[in-house]
């Protein structure tokens, strides 16, 4: 019983030794290895074709490797793996085994490129019942929200050009307003005392019968954004 106890632990520090004095994964496996986890990305092979990359930024501890591509408005979608140089733990789940995967905001844009919503959903039913000419709508601005309340992480220039493309979640239609939740922070809201604010990526899309959009930032309630 004893023998098979001294093989146990035997094996166990042939193990964790061999985890822990292994040699320092080279550029090479480190490049190979985050080209696989990107290739293994569930996107499809046409948007996968669109990105450059791999921009490779090395850390103290690991090496990113970045695919990007840049967006019609200048902006950049951007996707990011991380593969470790070493392991940093004796847990399973560490970074060494598990590249760390991230992307910023910008890439639901690259991801859905025609939107997942219509800039029809925003209108009006009356409007809707015409051709929509695009051209005809233009942005306007309510000069009683005051700038220290509202303070636009995205300009509502750049807002009403995600609504003509349909880079928004429909939420609901009201008798004087749509509300919309956008892919990213929009806007931190105030409070009146200004003593803390809210970051928000939803608003209230009015228009009116002169085709002007005023889009105001709002706080949604979570019970109205889990419709």
């Known amino acids: ?7 146990i632990l035997l094996g166990l520090l042939v193990l964790t030794v061999f985890i822990l004095v292994r040699p320092i994964r080279t550029k090479y496996i480190m490049k190979s290895i985050a080209i696989n986890e990107f290739e293994n990305i569930q996107i499809y092979d046409t948007l996968r074709k669109q990105l450059v990359g791999p921009v490779i930024t090395e850390k103290d501890n690991y090496m990113e490797f970045k695919w990007y591509k840049v967006l019609d408005w200048g902006d950049t979608s951007a ?38 919503s219509k800039f029809e959903d925003i209108l009006p039913l009356e409007q809707k019942k015409t051709e929509i000419d695009l051209a005809k709508y233009k942005l306007t601005y309510n000069d009683s929200i005051s700038s220290e309340l509202i303070n636009f992480a995205v300009l509502p220039d750049r807002l009403f050009y995600f609504l003509q493309k349909g880079h928004f979640n429909f939420v609901e ?28 990526t939803s608003a209230k899309v009015y228009v009116n019968d002169s085709f002007e959009i005023l889009i105001m930032p709002y706080d949604m309630p979570i019970a109205e954004r889990n419709k």
């Open 1 to 7: 019983m004893k023998k098979i106890i001294y093989k």
């Open 173 to 200: 239609q009201n008798d004087n307003c749509t509300i919309v939740d956008f892919y990213e922070p929009i806007a931190n809201i105030a409070n009146k005392d200004n003593k803390e604010s809210i970051i928000t």
């Open 79 to 116: 996707i990011h793996i991380d593969v470790y140089k070493r392991p940093t733990s004796f847990s399973w789940r560490d970074s060494f085994f598990w590249p760390r995967i991230t992307m910023n905001h910008q890439w639901y844009y690259f991801l859905f490129p025609l939107g997942l």
